[in-house]
């Protein structure tokens, strides 16, 4: 099992720029998420899908569009980049485990800088 | 997340125990998780505590939790170099939607 893959791993854009980031899982996780990780603030959820077909706003979803192509692909689409979106993204899957917690499983992260 | 309280930074000897804490505020979490990120890498989910439970163990890992005060803590025992990582505390307030603290950066010096 790979677990959780991203694509890519980084990436620079200018600001106005557009692009996709790439998330797939292969442990039939039903929920998806997306991260952004600041210095001193954690992560912040941008965007999750409890299952296959829907999607719902985190805390900061502002610039941001997913689309949740299949139950293994949620990807992240920033439509016109800016400096305040410099970040590391973090997707990640879960699935109730047999306690009922939620254990989530994180990608490597795409280190993303606007300039 | 604002939800979840951590201090930033704990430096350690190898040898010593580590003690990280953290404060939350929604006590109807059900789980508290504890999370390791490695430098350039992903999160780890460490250990979770049910929020009816006062302690669990496993191996070097003591986690204790207070859920009149709303706080939690993470002990590592003999603390090596290898534990030398970022540590957030998080709970699920919403659904399947975890709200994390800012991560305490443990630095184990020799």
């Known amino acids: 099992n790979a677990g959780v893959t991203q694509t890519p791993k980084f990436q620079v854009l200018k600001t106005g720029q557009s692009m996709t980031l790439q998330c797939a899982q292969d442990?039939?996780?039903?929920?998806m998420y997306w991260y952004r990780q600041d210095p001193g603030m954690g992560l912040r959820l941008i965007y999750y899908?409890?299952?296959?077909?829907?999607?719902d706003k985190g805390e900061v979803p502002n610039g941001y569009n997913v689309s949740r192509l299949n139950k293994r692909e949620f990807s992240l689409r920033l439509e016109s980049a800016a400096p305040s979106q410099t970040s590391v993204y973090f997707c990640?899957?879960?699935?109730?485990?047999?306690?009922?917690?939620?254990?989530?499983?994180f990608g490597p992260g795409t280190r993303l800088t606007v300039t | 997340g604002e939800d979840v309280e951590q201090s930033l930074f704990l430096s350690v000897r190898e040898g010593d125990s580590s003690v990280i804490n953290c404060t939350y505020t929604?006590?109807?979490?059900?789980?508290l998780y504890w999370y390791k990120q490695e430098p350039g890498a992903g999160l780890q989910l460490l250990t979770y505590?049910?929020?009816?439970?006062d302690m669990k163990q496993d191996q070097r890992l003591t986690v204790l939790l207070n859920k009149k005060d709303k706080h939690l803590s993470l002990r590592i025992a003999d603390t090596q170099t290898g534990d030398s990582a970022i540590y957030f505390c998080?709970?699920?307030?919403?659904?399947?939607?975890?709200?994390f603290g800012a991560g305490t950066t443990v630095t184990v010096r020799a």
């Open positions: 990640a899957s879960s699935e109730a485990s047999g306690t009922g917690a939620h254990e989530q499983y």
């Open positions: 442990m039939n996780h039903n929920s």
């Open positions: 899908s409890a299952s296959e077909g829907t999607t």
């Open positions: 929604d006590s109807s979490s059900t789980y």
């Open positions: 505590i049910f929020s009816n439970m």
């Open positions: 998080a709970e699920i307030p919403n659904d399947y939607k975890l709200s």
